[in-house]
């Protein structure tokens, strides 16, 4: 079994920041890409920051130069620094682990529950 699971969400006000962490654990070989993802009510989710096991990230054109996706391989953990947040990052933010479970295994997805992010005065 493998578990994926967020921390970090809350309310913010606009232009303050929130540290989002995702952890992935259990029967893991190697995890591969990581990535937030992230739903506002009435929208389709969308990929948010997604980074390699190499350290390699692609941003949404609406968060680039505000947020910052890091991990620790080591850990098998990625977080997600959000900076001068907007009322329009109001979501719930979930965590994606591409992971292979053997050496010889594929590669398969595993989502976290999420965690709910609201920014609002």
């Known amino acids: 079994q493998v578990q994926v699971v967020e921390s970090g969400g809350g309310l913010v006000q606009p232009g303050g920041s929130l540290r989002l962490s995702c952890a992935a654990s259990?029967?893991?070989?190697?995890?591969?890409?990581m990535g937030w993802y992230r739903q506002a009510p009435g929208k389709q989710r969308e990929s948010v920051a997604v980074?390699?096991?190499?350290?390699?990230?692609n941003y949404a054109e609406s968060v680039k130069g505000r947020f910052t996706i890091s991990r620790d391989n080591a850990k098998n953990t990625v977080y997600l620094q959000m900076n001068s947040l907007k009322p329009e990052d109001t979501a719930v933010y979930r965590c994606?682990?591409?992971?292979?479970?053997?050496?010889?295994?594929?590669?398969?997805?595993?989502w976290g529950q999420g965690t709910q992010v609201t920014v609002s005065s």
């Open positions: 994606n682990a591409v992971v292979r479970r053997t050496a010889w295994g594929g590669q398969r997805d595993y």
């Open positions: 980074i390699t096991s190499a350290g390699n990230t």
């Open positions: 259990g029967s893991i070989f190697s995890v591969d890409a």
